[in-house]
């Protein structure tokens, strides 16, 4: 299964190409295995047992305060030894189904449950990184995954970059509030997302319409589009089907392949569209506002509230791409390196000699990613808008410090409520006061 999965992906990974890889029967694959999803989920639940084995021993060996630095080697060891399961089980796994999503993450609760524990027993005084634990361990993995996808293996940079994305967060252990995701409630709309969502148009009247036939292609076009966003959001990509799609939008089979060749060039034009909006909408939100920190908040409230207020297309970008294939993959990963490009302005705000290096840009969006990604699987709970301050947490403590990012995400919360000054999500009551903000040089892009 290992095997299939790297190279055919999800889709790849059928009954038929694991019995070759494995060289055994059909029936003999049926003695062990209900289904194919069945076996995918026990190769999650082998492949990460040892991985779980490796973390605990490395954060035995280290003192409590190194508990997260001891786990990122053992993942980084793990990538490096046992490239092909590590590529299995930190990236692969993504494209699978709803139960293998399930397996992932609860491995990734276990390793930060490890982590977690450690850390409790530091000193009060003692700095640990402070960041939601989950979120540090699965872009860890996303990061060495998306190398080994393109056959690499975690060299001494990505190590070093890694551990120093970790250590950019710490603080004294008494002074964490960051480790829990939390949602803050009321937190104003940004004013460049449209006051209510988009929509399919309009299905058209019977019998022949009086319209150009350019007009109802578009319409058709757009039906379609919807509809098969809804229907990868219910039930993803693979199995949805062309002759869902085609009753969704209310057209037949013909109008469908007319535009079409098939149900990937329909998921290809969704996220294209989808990507090239938000870059649109995040670049406006970015450059209306003086300062760099506040143009990274005023961005990431677009992009959280886009988020929450489109679940079904949510679902679609963050959770069903990794099942369509290569090229759909690879997209995911242009639209992360493209969000890094507001990051590299930090590096004129700070000023100082210990900037974030170009591994801690990629590992800083691929956690808002895995923030979203998150949010966008939880259907019942969507308080995606709410987790802005804690994106907008691991964009800039990295270059600002994680108290003075505090200090400014109360500010922002204060500023956007006209209320009495609140405090960020999980902080104790007491707080230092506001420190004086530093002017980036000029308004210039990225």
């Known amino acids: 299964m290992v095997a299939a999965a790297n190279k055919g992906g999800y889709l790849g990974a059928t009954v038929s190409e694991v019995i070759a890889q494995a060289g055994v029967s059909r029936p003999t694959f049926y003695n062990y295995f209900a289904d194919r999803d069945e076996c995918f989920v026990a190769c999650v639940e082998d492949v990460r047992a040892p991985l779980l084995a490796d973390v605990r021993s490395a954060v035995r060996e280290r003192p409590p305060e190194d508990a997260l630095a001891g786990a990122i080697e053992a993942l980084i060891a793990f990538a490096v030894t046992q490239p092909a399961k590590a590529r299995f089980l930190m990236m692969e796994v993504l494209g699978g189904t709803v139960a293998a999503l399930d397996a992932r993450e609860e491995g990734i609760k276990k390793i930060a449950q490890v982590v977690e524990r450690a850390l409790g027993r530091a000193p009060a005084e003692q700095p640990t990184p402070d960041l939601p634990i989950a979120i540090v361990i699965g872009t860890v993995q996303r990061v060495l995954g998306s190398r080994l996808r393109r056959g690499e293996l975690a060299s001494d940079k990505t190590r070093a970059g890694l551990l120093e994305w970790a250590r950019s967060y710490e603080r004294p252990a008494r002074a964490g509030h960051w480790h829990t995701l939390t949602a803050t409630r009321s937190i104003a709309p940004s004013p460049f997302l449209p006051l209510t969502p988009p929509r399919a148009p309009a299905r058209l009247g019977p019998g022949r319409p009086r319209l150009a036939e350019e007009k109802v292609a578009e319409n058709h076009r757009q039906r379609i589009l919807f509809a098969t966003t809804e229907a990868i959001a219910q039930q993803g990509y693979v199995a949805t089907t062309v002759a869902e799609i085609t009753k969704l939008a209310g057209i037949d089979g013909r109008a469908f392949y007319r535009l079409f060749a098939e149900k990937q060039e329909v998921f290809d034009a969704i996220y294209e569209s989808g990507l090239q909006q938000m870059l649109t909408l995040v670049a406006h939100a970015y450059f209306a506002r003086d300062h760099w920190p506040e143009r990274i908040w005023e961005a990431l409230r677009v992009v959280t509230q886009s988020a929450q207020g489109n679940p079904a297309g949510a679902q679609v970008a963050l959770v069903a791409a990794y099942a369509v294939g290569s090229a759909a993959v690879q997209r995911v990963g242009d639209g992360r390196a493209a969000f890094t490009v507001f990051l590299h302005e930090g590096y004129r705000y700070s000023g100082h000699d210990d900037q974030p290096s170009l591994v801690a840009l ?76 530093i002017p980036t040089p000029g308004a210039a892009g990225t």
């Open 362 to 437: 990629e590992a800083i969006a691929t956690g808002v990613f895995e923030i979203l990604y998150r949010a966008a699987r939880e259907r019942e709970s969507r308080d995606t808008a709410g987790l802005l301050p804690y994106a907008a947490y691991l964009c800039l403590a990295p270059f600002m410090g994680p108290e003075p990012t505090e200090r400014f995400i109360d500010q922002q919360l204060s500023d956007e409520l006209g209320k009495p000054k609140r405090r960020a999500p999980g902080k104790a009551p007491k707080r230092p006061p506001v420190a004086k903000r």
